[in-house]
């Protein structure tokens, strides 16, 4: 998991590679099998790997994890990201082990010849952006616009608006404690015997996601060096627990909420 080594960090870069897939050179004896015939009777073929061939994103992932192995519990990466975390230590400040670890990488790309998106970089900042969520020393926090997205959504009109903004809600599920039992209600109304009949507990559960994701609380990063604890609960008709550790301060913090809804026989 890309965030599993980021905990106690205070330096964060990320890294965007330029047009992932094209760095990625075509076997010879393959080129001709990408060949595209054009108006003009010619034929088209890629000498680099392009979009849409099945396992391209495969390809691609393993060949940034094989080139970065070395740096894999600083500088993990997720498809074309590669995300950069320092702290202090050896008696070097967190910016000197943050530029140290940059050089690294850099040396790495330009050895294998990997380019990157300066427009779409950041470097050496207290905070960036990682999966839809923004990481710092205080841990991870959902993004603030996605965010806004959920609670600006007006009342669904029908199934697949629903289903849309339901999509978006449950990508942030982590953040939200029993989120599974909160929306079952609406979890009704997707089942393909439904009749659509918004109700009023049908408002009730889509005003509450709205407002627990609103005052979602920064989770902590997971950190193996410490002991983690369970708690759990239950209903009739869902379960959730919350993976918990205690931080630096004693203070007793969320990692991750996770709900289920039970299967009823």
């Not at 008696?91 to 010849?113: C, E, I, S």
């Not at 983690?228 to 990692?255: K, P, T, W, Y």
Request: proline share 5%.
């Amino acid at each position: 998991m890309v965030l599993d080594t980021m905990s106690g960090s205070t330096q964060y870069s990320a890294i965007d590679l330029m047009d992932g897939f094209y760095q990625i050179l075509m076997r010879e004896d393959d080129v001709l099998l990408t060949a595209v015939s054009t108006p003009s009777g010619m034929l088209w073929e890629w000498l680099v790997m392009p979009q849409g061939l099945k396992n391209a994103p495969a390809t691609f992932t393993r060949v940034v994890s094989y080139l970065l192995r070395l740096f894999r519990s600083f500088a993990p990466s997720y498809f074309d990201d590669i995300f950069i975390h320092s702290r202090a230590e050896g008696g070097m400040t967190d910016v000197a082990v943050h530029l140290q670890r940059l050089r690294q990488v850099f040396q790495v790309m330009r050895d294998n010849q990997m380019y990157a998106n300066l427009k779409k970089c950041i470097f050496c900042a207290p905070e960036i952006p990682v999966l839809g969520s923004y990481v710092s020393k205080n841990g991870v926090r959902a993004a603030p616009e996605k965010i806004e997205a959920i609670c600006a959504w007006p009342t669904p009109q029908d199934q697949k608006h629903l289903r849309q903004w339901l999509g978006l809600a449950t990508y942030h599920h982590n953040y939200s404690k029993n989120f599974a039992s909160t929306v079952r209600p609406l979890s009704q109304l997707l089942k393909a015997d439904a009749t659509w009949s918004w109700r009023p507990e049908h408002q009730a559960a889509f005003d509450a996601v709205k407002t627990c994701l609103s005052t979602a609380p920064v989770l902590m990063l997971p950190d193996h060096s410490k002991p983690f604890h369970v708690v759990c609960d239950a209903s009739d008709f869902a379960i959730g627990c919350a993976l918990m550790q205690f931080d630096d301060e004693g203070r007793e913090r969320v990692v991750s909420y996770q709900s289920h809804l039970r299967c009823l026989h």
